[in-house]
């Protein structure tokens, strides 16, 4: 049997990192957003490439949460 105070509280943990880099993405997509306005269309898109981590690690937290979720149900 997993020890579920264990579990909620790296749940925790895991929501907080999602949370941190879904802000970072936002910050890094209104710095593309703001290359694309002033003109530079490349730089805006090159400027959004470092969000595709940041999405696939949020990607993978919230998978891992939601496991940890179902193992502390049982």
Do not use: F, P, W
């Amino acid at each position: 049997m997993a020890d579920t105070t264990s579990l909620h509280q790296a749940i925790s943990v895991c929501i907080t990192q999602i949370n941190t880099n879904l802000t970072e993405a936002s910050r890094i997509a209104r710095a593309a957003a703001a290359c694309v306005a002033a003109g530079s269309v490349t730089e805006g898109v090159e400027v959004s490439m470092d969000i595709e981590q940041l999405l696939y690690e949020a990607g993978r937290l919230h998978d891992a949460i939601c496991l940890m979720n179902r193992i502390s149900q049982d």
